[in-house]
């Protein structure tokens, strides 16, 4: 329906919310109250910074896709998964390591990143596991760049990538409560990753 009325008021927001069934009231006081608008303008930001100019959009393996039919999309997708199938065998760890490959691209951080950019880069990146899921969700990181994992909560929880951006996180790493994990970014792109045992998801958009 928004597709459809393109143009509109708050009074036209509620009136096609009143068309699918929403109650009316209470639509028209969140509107007031702005109870989303951090939430959209997050993922607003977020989407800017990771390329995203329109959706649908689609990542592969971290990486913004362009695609001109539905056979070169599907082309891609198996091109990658025969890439990647060496990579992708599970193997259950509970040990918690600090990792920093050697491959980190720092020599040509000065060259690529913003002076706010680069001093951001050398801070460390803290993301907590609370019982509302991650936090930050979404987030901006950089090749090089330390990372802190918390848990905030009373029970174990286990870090799973999505797709296996780095090797030496295949398996999972298994986070006690009120401990940590470290590890030093490289590579590039979008990365997903997951609580197992919540499936609470976060990402980091690690900047080219």
Known sequence: MLFK????????????????????QKFSDELDRGDYVTI?????EFAEKAGVRSTPAFFLNGQKMEFESTLDFKDQVEAKIKENIPQVIYKPTT??????????????LEERLSPKELEASKKTLEISFTPSGWNPQNTMGY???????????AQNI?????????????GGVEIAPGS?????????????????YTEKWAEISIKR
């Open 5 to 24: 009325n393109t143009n509109t008021t708050k009074e036209d927001l509620i009136g096609l919310g009143g068309q699918i069934g929403l109650d009316t």
């Open 180 to 196: 940590s994990f470290e590890f030093r970014l490289y590579n590039y792109g979008l990365w997903r990753y997951i609580d197992e």
């Open 95 to 108: 040990t918690t390591v600090t990792s920093e490959p050697e491959n980190v691209e720092e020599q040509h």
């Open 158 to 170: 286990k870090l799973v990538q999505l797709y296996p951006k780095f090797p030496e996180l295949n």
């Open 143 to 153: 090749p090089g760049q330390l990372v802190k994992w918390t848990n905030q909560t």
């Open 40 to 44: 959209i303008d997050d993922d607003t």
